[in-house]
């Protein structure tokens, strides 16, 4: 199995939602911080929400507030990303991503982690 395995993507019309999961190997299971992350088409890629897997504390970016909530399964190591009240701008390839650098805080700046997975499209329509 690859370290990272997204699945969940697909597509929604706006107000809608989508769950999408994260599957970690035993390689990943212990990584400190695990986030979700999306790039549109002609976009640079922007962190959306991430959880520190030592006490639960979760980050989110300003777009998605409120909006989305990211979760992991302790026993499984499994991360789900909930997205409601989806917008036509939150279509993108969504990507699961992960680093082992502990801290309890897990930025959402996408050059701090390195180890990703293949990613899962969204679509929104209006």
């Given at each position: 199995r690859a370290v990272l395995e997204e699945s969940g993507g697909g597509s929604v019309q706006a107000g809608g939602s989508l769950r999408l999961s994260c599957a970690v190997s035993e390689f990943t299971f212990a990584l400190a911080c695990l986030g979700w992350f999306r790039q549109a088409p002609g976009k640079e890629r922007e962190g959306v929400a991430t959880i520190y897997t030592g006490d639960g504390n979760t980050y989110y970016s300003e777009s998605v507030k409120d909006r989305f909530t990211i979760s992991r399964d302790s026993a499984t190591?499994?991360?789900?990303?909930?997205?409601?009240?989806?917008k036509p701008e939150d279509a993108a390839m969504y990507y699961c991503a992960g680093r082992f650098v502990p801290g309890g805080y897990c930025p959402l700046e996408r050059d701090k982690y390195n180890y990703w997975g293949q990613g899962t499209q969204v679509t929104v329509s209006s």
């Open positions: 190591g499994t991360v789900y990303l909930q997205m409601t009240s989806l």
